[in-house]
C-alpha cells in the first residue's frame, strides 16, 4: 500500500547563517567517553550518572582557533564550535548552552552578529555569562555521514559526544565528573535536537526548543496530505548523498506522483520526538510560532501537555513568526530573547529571581502586536463564537487560496521565500459569515468545523477521495488568521457524510463589528493538489470558535 508523502525537508531558511570567527585553542587530540541513552533524572543544575559506552576523539582543526573535529560513536566526524565566555577558567568556570543549526546549516560561529526570528546570538549568550558550543549536524557543514533527522540513536549520540567534550573544558562548569551544566537553544532543527536529546541524556538541565515539532507525521502529513509549498521550497538545500535514503525516495515520490511506501511513512514517523517526550523531565520552554505554517502551534501545545502532565517544569512563548512571515503587528521584538535567558538563568545558574514564566505558562501575541499571558493550558473557555451556511463549491484548480499576492512586511528575510506558498482570500470557496456581535475576547485554539456533504468527481480515482481546505479571513485585513490552512479529506461517492473536525489553532482578538469569514476550498499552493472535477455540496456548514474566559487571560 502507498501513500500521500510528508516533506521532511525542514526550514533551513529560518536559521541561522554561519561564517569563521576566532575561539579558544587547544593543541592535541582528546579521548572521551560518550554517554549511554538514558532516562532524564535531574533537574537543572543537579548531577545525573548517565553511564557510558562508545569512546569518542576530538582534534583541533587547523587554522580555526574555535573548531574540533569529534570523531564520533560510529566513525562519523563532526566539526563543533567552542566559544568559552571571557574570564572562565577552572577556578571560575561557567555554565555552557548548546545552540543547533537549522536544516542543511553548519553551527553558528559568529561572534559579533546578531541572530534572527528571537534566537539567541554567541555574543548575546556570552554577554549572559555563558560559555557556547556550536555544532555542524552530521550531513550538514564540515561534518561527515548522512543526515537522519534527528534520529536519537545517530544525531542524539552526537550530540552526547559534544556533552562529554564540554564535561572536559576547564571553563565548564560541571555538576559532577562528566556532567556539564548545560542548556540548550535553537530553533526549528535545532529545536528539534533538543527533544531528542533530553529524552535520552539526563545531563542536560534546561532547554528552550524553538519552532519544533512533535511528530513529522501530524506536522507534514495533516490529513495525508502533502506539504508541498513549504517541499518545493527546500528539497534543492541539500545534495542527495548528504541525506538518508529514505529521505531522497520519499521526495522523490511525493514530488513525483504523491505517494509514499509504508517503510517511508514509517522512517518517518520513528524520528520523533513523539512519545519520547515522556522521557523529558527537565525544565523547558517551548518557543513556537503563530503565523508557522511548517510547524504548527499544536505542535508545541502537544508537547507542552505531555510534560505538564508529568508536573515538568514548562511554559510556552508564541510570537508572530516561525517558519512563516508575520503580516500583522509583531509586538516586542525583544520577548523570545528575554524570556529565553530568564529561563535559562534560573534553571543553569540558580536564580532565584522569580521569572513570569512561573505565574503564566502561556505568553502570546495577537495580530495587534498586544500581549496576552494565561496560567496554564489549555485555558478556561469562554462563550464560543459560532456561525453557520451552507453552499457548493466547484472542484477547479483556478481561484484558490495562494492564488492572491501577499507583501511581506520590509525586512522579513523569510518574505520572499513563503510569499508564494502563504494562504490568501479565495475566490473560489463556500463563504460562511462569522459575526461577533458584541463580543471581546480572545480566540484561542482550535476553531470546530462540522459539516454535511455530498459530490461526485468527473472523472474518479479508485478511491473516491479527495480534500477540501478551510481557512479563516479577516474581513477588516483581508488576510487569513495565522496564514493558517487546514486540509479535510473528504469522499465524494455520491452519499450524505459528514465531517467534524478542528482547524489550525489560532489566536485572534475578536472585537464588536469585526467580522470574519469562513473560507471552504478547493485548491491552496500550501498543499498538493487533490483530485479535482465536479462539485461538492455543503447544505450545511457550522463553524464555532473558542474564546478564553475574561478572567483566565491578561492582556497586555
Not at 501513500?3 to 525537508?9: G, N, S, T, V
Not at 563532526?78 to 548548546?98: C, N, Q, S
Not at 572536559?168 to 562548569?173: I, M, S, Y
Request: charged share 20%; glycine share 10%; net charge negative.
Amino acid at each position: 500500500m502507498r501513500r500521500l508523502a510528508p516533506q521532511i525537508l525542514i526550514a533551513s531558511a529560518l536559521l541561522l547563517a554561519s561564517c569563521s570567527s576566532s575561539g579558544s585553542d587547544s593543541s592535541k587530540a582528546t579521548t572521551t567517553t560518550t554517554a549511554a541513552p538514558g532516562k532524564a533524572a535531574a533537574t537543572g543544575g543537579h548531577a545525573c550518572d548517565q553511564g557510558a559506552t562508545a569512546k569518542v576523539t576530538t582534534a583541533p582543526v587547523p587554522g580555526v582557533a574555535s573548531d574540533q573535529t569529534m570523531t564520533s560513536f560510529d566513525g562519523t566526524e563532526i566539526r563543533l564550535h567552542w566559544f568559552p565566555v571571557d574570564g572562565a577558567d577552572k577556578a571560575d568556570p561557567a555554565p555552557t548552552i548548546l545552540m543547533g543549526p537549522g536544516w542543511s546549516l553548519a553551527g553558528d560561529t559568529s561572534t559579533d552578529g546578531a541572530a534572527l526570528f528571537g534566537a539567541l546570538s554567541i555574543n548575546g549568550m556570552h554577554k549572559a555569562g555563558y560559555n557556547v558550543l556550536t555544532w555542524d549536524p552530521r550531513g550538514f557543514g564540515a561534518s561527515t555521514g548522512v543526515a537522519t533527522v534527528n534520529d536519537p540513536t545517530k544525531e542524539g549520540r552526537d550530540v552526547q559526544g559534544l556533552l562529554d567534550f564540554v564535561a572536559e573544558q576547564p571553563e565548564a562548569k560541571t555538576d559532577a565528573t562528566g556532567d556539564p551544566r548545560v542548556g540548550m537553544v535553537g530553533f526549528s532543527y535545532g529545536g528539534g535536537i533538543q527533544l531528542t536529546t533530553a529524552a535520552i541524556d539526563c545531563r542536560i538541565d534546561a532547554i528552550v526548543p524553538g519552532i519544533a515539532w512533535h511528530s513529522l507525521q501530524t506536522s507534514l502529513y495533516k490529513a495525508d496530505t502533502v506539504k508541498t509549498g513549504w517541499s518545493k521550497i527546500l528539497t534543492s538545500t541539500v545534495p542527495e548523498d548528504r541525506l538518508d535514503p529514505h529521505i531522497v525516495s520519499a521526495t522523490k515520490s511525493g514530488l513525483g506522483d504523491g505517494t509514499l511506501s509504508d517503510e517511508d511513512r514509517e522512517w518517518f514517523i520513528s524520528r520523533g520526538p513523539g512519545d519520547a517526550v515522556k522521557d523529558i523531565d527537565i525544565p523547558t520552554l517551548f518557543v513556537q510560532g503563530t503565523v508557522d505554517t511548517l510547524f504548527t502551534l499544536d505542535e508545541a501545545t502537544t508537547n507542552y501537555g505531555i510534560l505538564r502532565k508529568d508536573d515538568v517544569p514548562t511554559a510556552m512563548l508564541w510570537f508572530c513568526g516561525g517558519h512563516g512571515t508575520c503580516l500583522t503587528k509583531a509586538g516586542d521584538p525583544d520577548r523570545v530573547g528575554k524570556a529565553s535567558f530568564e529561563w535559562l538563568d534560573k534553571y543553569l545558574k540558580g536564580d532565584a529571581t522569580k521569572i513570569d514564566a512561573d505565574t503564566n505558562r502561556l505568553n502570546l501575541i495577537d495580530q495587534d502586536g498586544v500581549q496576552w499571558k494565561a496560567k496554564d493550558w489549555p485555558v478556561a473557555q469562554g462563550e464560543p463564537v459560532t456561525a453557520t451556511g451552507s453552499g457548493t463549491l466547484q472542484l477547479q484548480a483556478d481561484g484558490g487560496s495562494g492564488a492572491g499576492s501577499i507583501t511581506p512586511p520590509a525586512g522579513d528575510p523569510l518574505g520572499g521565500l513563503v510569499a508564494n506558498i502563504t494562504p490568501t482570500k479565495a475566490e473560489n470557496a463556500v463563504n460562511v459569515a462569522i459575526d461577533p456581535s458584541t463580543t471581546d475576547a480572545l480566540a484561542l485554539g482550535a476553531p470546530k468545523l462540522t459539516f454535511t456533504y455530498s459530490g461526485e468527481l468527473t472523472d474518479p480515482p479508485a478511491a473516491p477521495i479527495t480534500r477540501v481546505f478551510a481557512q479563516l479571513v479577516d474581513d477588516q485585513t483581508g488576510l487569513i488568521l495565522g496564514n493558517q490552512i487546514t486540509p479535510i479529506k473528504v469522499t465524494l461517492d455520491g452519499k450524505s457524510h459528514t465531517v467534524d473536525t478542528p482547524l489550525e489553532m489560532i489566536a485572534h482578538h475578536l472585537t464588536p463589528g469585526h467580522t470574519l469569514t469562513l473560507q471552504i476550498v478547493a485548491t491552496t499552493s500550501a498543499y498538493a493538489t487533490p483530485a479535482l472535477g465536479g462539485q461538492i455540496t455543503f447544505p450545511k456548514i457550522e463553524i464555532s470558535l473558542p474564546t478564553a474566559e475574561a478572567k483566565a487571560v491578561t492582556k497586555g
